[in-house]
């Protein structure tokens, strides 16, 4: 069989095998990666006398702590927002009519008729609404499971890791074993670099989310611009939600729909930016990938894991460019991983 097309069937049986495996490969690669960035602390706190038990679990408490306080942030602005959610109502009914008197002044649109499409619109979207409902609730359902297993999945790796590692060398064929090692150590600094790059990504964020807010006129405007850069960290939702309470801040200290329009505006193309310019490259030169690789990985990992293969499979494509540099055989695809360096 030509070379091409062994590498075709390759790539297929792969992208086959992680997308039917995702249930079980998205919570061992967080697990894993939370395991490579907490590795040196726990074998610092270990040569300080600590118990390797002792130390990962309180590792892993710090992080549950970390992201217990983002969910917490979250749920504080669905609060905030059901605060305000009387006077938000007051404000839709308001518009509602003024847009259907609107509708019959300018278009000669009836009432009647209006009543008319709002009950064909509520029929034919109800079957829509109740699938997504239902499918949100089956995502979350999974969710909830995965979050459940990172913890212990990255408590056994951290505690097994020298067994783990021993085992992968003895799996390599002989004259692989010598850099295995090397490669590992070179992994974690990628995964290291890999949360510098996204640091400076919800910094940058921050900073433009503020910016566009406090040029709007949006009271506060810097906690929420800097509340939406950590929910990015939730892909999708938590920018969502993040736009909830400032969108509704605006339109009642206003009075005026083109100030929310204009919050939903700042935070789409903020993310837009987030997306498309900013995470790729504050992450892919700290990676040493290209930044055409990195968008590339971003768009696979959203096609066979959704949202968390977006986050994961950028540290996968580094690691993948430090193998194929130290594989005899792989340096076309290191070359088209990897960037020029200044």
């Known amino acids: 069989m030509p070379r091409y097309l062994q590498i075709l069937l390759a790539i297929v049986l792969a992208g086959i095998i992680l997308y039917t495996g995702r249930s079980l490969f998205i919570p061992l690669s967080f697990a894993l990666l939370i395991s490579f960035i907490l590795y040196p602390i726990c074998k610092w706190m270990e040569k300080k006398g600590i118990g390797k038990s002792t130390a990962i679990i309180i590792n892993l408490v710090m992080v549950t702590l970390l992201l217990g306080g983002i969910i917490f942030l979250l749920i504080q602005q669905l609060q905030n927002f059901g605060n305000e959610w009387p006077l938000l109502r007051d ?11 609107y509708l019959v002044q300018e278009w000669n ?15 034919n979207s109800t079957s829509h609404i109740f699938g997504l409902v239902q499918q949100t609730i089956s995502a979350s359902a999974v969710s909830a499971v995965l979050l459940f297993l990172i913890p212990i999945y990255s408590f056994l790796i951290l505690y097994y890791r020298h067994r783990l590692v021993k085992a992968l060398i003895l799996f390599l064929p002989v004259h692989y ?25 919800y910094l940058i964020v921050g900073v433009l989310n503020s910016v566009g807010l406090l040029i709007l006129g949006v009271p506060h405007a810097i906690l929420f611009g800097c509340i939406a850069a950590l929910l990015t960290f939730i892909p999708y939702v938590g920018i969502l939600v993040a736009s909830l309470f400032p969108i509704t801040l605006s339109w009642v200290t206003y009075n005026s729909i083109w100030y929310p329009i204009g919050v939903i505006g700042i935070f789409a193309f903020v993310q837009y930016l987030e997306a498309n310019i900013i995470f790729p490259w504050a992450v892919s030169r700290r990676l040493n990938l290209n930044t055409l690789m990195t968008i590339v990985a971003i768009i696979i990992g959203g096609i066979l894991w959704g949202a968390a ?34």
Do not use: C
Not at 109 to 123: C, D, H, P, V
């Open 109 to 123: 649109i009836s009432e009647a008729t209006q009543k008319e499409w709002l009950e064909e619109f509520g029929k």
């Open 177 to 201: 074993r010598t850099g295995i090692i090397e490669i590992i150590q070179l992994a974690i600094h990628s995964y290291y670099e890999f949360i510098k790059g996204m640091i400076v990504v």
């Open 309 to 342: 293969g977006m986050i994961l499979f950028v540290p996968f494509a580094a690691i993948l460019k430090l193998v194929a540099e130290r594989m005899e055989g792989g340096q076309a695809m290191a070359e088209l991983l990897g960037d020029d360096k200044p």
């Open 91 to 101: 404000k839709l009914n308001q518009s509602s009519i003024q847009f259907s008197a």
